[in-house]
């Protein structure tokens, strides 16, 4: 069963989420176009120029040309649930699309060790600054190399991604950690080969966008898709999916 954020959700009538629900799907398309333009217009400038930004407790620098997790609100979220609940002690952790290392650094307070990969140079070493910034560049390992390529044969206890997740085709480094393009597909058809068993995967997924995509993807791979967390925030909603294989064994915690 999902894990609601305790005092965050309102009692709603019936009808009421319906409404909400028709709402959502209305404006969907219109709130897309609107954080295109707020990016464009007022925060571009934060994704050209090497920036410092504080989230979950750590502090990350942001080089030109990698994208900044402080822009938009789903990472602050993952990075708040990613306990030792989510995170365990042995775990072996991969971060798949690591961008400035956040998640993987946040993992690695309690993981043993923790690998991170992107298609972004840039972002590989963003992230080595910043690993190294908060004490963890022993158990983080970074590697360049687009999805699953960098670790081919490996597999790990935990696999964390937050994908892009917009409706469209990426061109160009920033694109690729906004839109979804044929991620969901390749995500989901090479996740089942680098789950050790009764291992599983988090993604977390936002109602805004390509999330039913993403779970036909999981879907057609044979993958569970299970919601274990979910947050409303009002113009959207966000949701954290436990994936894995049914004959894995593992279950949402």
């Known amino acids: 069963s999902v894990a609601p954020d305790q005092g965050r959700f309102r009692c709603i009538p019936p009808s009421s989420r319906c409404v909400m629900s028709l709402w959502r799907r209305a404006a969907a398309r219109i709130w897309r176009f609107g954080l295109r333009l707020r990016f464009v217009l007022f925060q571009r400038y934060r994704h050209d120029a090497a920036v410092v930004e504080t989230l979950g407790g750590l502090t990350i620098q942001v080089l030109p040309g990698v994208f900044n997790p402080a822009l938009f609100r789903v990472t602050p979220v993952f990075l708040e649930w990613l306990d030792e609940d989510l995170v365990p002690p042995s775990a072996a952790v991969l971060d798949v699309g690591t961008?400035?290392?956040v998640l993987a650094i946040a993992a690695a307070r309690t993981a043993a060790r923790v690998t991170g990969v992107d298609r972004n140079p840039a972002a590989i070493e963003c992230a080595r600054i910043n690993a190294r910034?908060?004490?963890?560049?022993?158990?983080?390992?970074?590697r360049p190399g687009d999805l699953f390529e960098p670790v081919d044969g490996e597999r790990f206890?935990?696999?964390l991604c937050n994908p892009p997740y917009l409706e469209g085709d990426p061109d160009g480094d920033l694109e690729h950690a906004l839109l979804a393009g044929d991620f969901p597909v390749r995500f989901a058809r090479d996740l089942p080969d680098h789950l050790a068993d009764g291992a599983r995967a988090l993604v977390i997924l936002s109602d805004l966008g390509e999330q039913q995509r993403f779970l036909d993807a999981f879907d057609r791979a044979g993958l569970v898709a299970e919601a274990i967390r979910r947050r409303?925030?009002?113009?959207?909603e966000v949701t954290l999916f436990a994936v894995y294989s049914p004959s894995s064994g593992s279950r949402s915690r």
């Open 157 to 159: 206890d935990l696999v």
């Open 133 to 142: 910034r908060n004490g963890v560049e022993d158990r983080v390992d970074l």
């Open 99 to 101: 961008g400035t290392g």
């Open 232 to 236: 409303d925030l009002i113009s959207e």
